[in-house]
């Protein structure tokens, strides 16, 4: 009698492991509510060196490849050596904006500068970077 209780337990424990055991069969589905980034160059922009006190500029392109218009609401830079501009209007679905940022060389040395770009993404915000080396001013200039 022990060994048909315990063996009728076991089944119903093994057959309610498999049937409250769950599956996703379906692939992941990208909101219809958002709209999207297509950046049409890389999402970093490497100036290399550059003389110090001379501000330098990367102006990022992209396409709206989402099914309702891009709305940026904020383009916040990481310090104050960074002033960001974009694109103000809501950018159509296929259409294109834009995101710049200017970087004040002031200080020497190398510098990786984040700028985070707030949208009706998925996500929410995505990130632009601007790298490079600032060279002192030699003193005959």
Do not use: H, R
Not at 20 to 31: E, G, I, R, S, V
Not at 64 to 90: E, F, H, R
Not at 101 to 127: D, H, I, L, M
């Amino acid at each position: 009698m022990k060994k048909s209780f315990l063996l009728t337990f076991v089944f119903a424990l093994l057959f309610s492991a498999v049937s409250f055991a769950q599956t996703n069969t379906q692939a992941p589905t990208k909101p219809a509510n958002v709209a999207a980034f297509q950046w049409l160059q890389p999402d970093t922009k490497e100036f290399g060196k550059i003389p110090q006190g001379t501000p330098v500029t990367a102006t990022f392109k992209f396409k709206n490849t989402g099914k309702i218009p891009l709305v940026i609401s904020n383009v916040q830079a990481q310090c104050g050596c960074t002033t960001p501009d974009y694109s103000k209007a809501p950018i159509a679905p296929g259409e294109t904006g834009f995101v710049t940022a200017t970087f004040n060389a002031q200080a020497t040395g190398t510098f990786n500068k984040a700028v985070t770009v707030s949208a009706n993404v998925e996500g929410g915000s995505v990130g632009l970077y601007l790298k490079g080396e600032v060279d002192a001013k030699s003193a005959n200039q």
